[in-house]
Nanobody, 121 residues
Framework: QVQLVESGGGLVQPGDSLRLSCAFS????????MGWFRQAPGKEREFVAA???????YYTDSVKGRFTISRDNAKNTVYLHMNSLKPEDTAVYYC???????????????WGQGTQVTVSS
């Protein structure tokens, strides 16, 4: 059974950087597309970024140029590098794994428990 565990969240100030990690176990991560989603209080979970099994990357418009998703299949880990953080980036960030890249939550097969990111001065 695939399991995903996120880490790296925290409280940062606007303009700061943060790197989230997602540890993959119970399968072969290289076979999966990996994604990051986030959910702010009172809002629906939304797509942030994804990386296909072969390495193509995808981002929602609000994070383009600020966030970078990457994967290290040898370490079974996917990362989300977040720069120039804004208060509106505050949310619980979730890692997901699936057999293809989709923006729709329902198409992703496995989810982590989430890690809180708070951007505040």
């Amino acid at each position: 059974q695939v399991q995903l565990v996120e880490s790296g969240g925290g409280l940062v100030q606007p303009g700061d950087s943060l790197r989230l990690s997602c540890a993959f176990s119970g399968g072969t991560m290289a076979r999966y597309a990996m994604g990051w989603f986030r959910q702010a209080p009172g809002k629906e979970r939304e797509f942030v970024a994804a990386i296909a099994a072969r390495g193509s990357t995808y981002y929602t418009d609000s994070v383009k140029g600020r966030f970078t998703i990457s994967r290290d299949n040898a370490k079974n880990t996917v990362y989300l590098h977040m720069n120039s953080l804004k208060p509106e980036d505050t949310a619980v960030y979730y890692c997901a794994a699936g057999l293809g890249v989709y923006m729709a939550i329902s198409h992703w097969d496995y989810w982590g428990q989430g890690t809180q990111v708070t951007v505040s001065s």
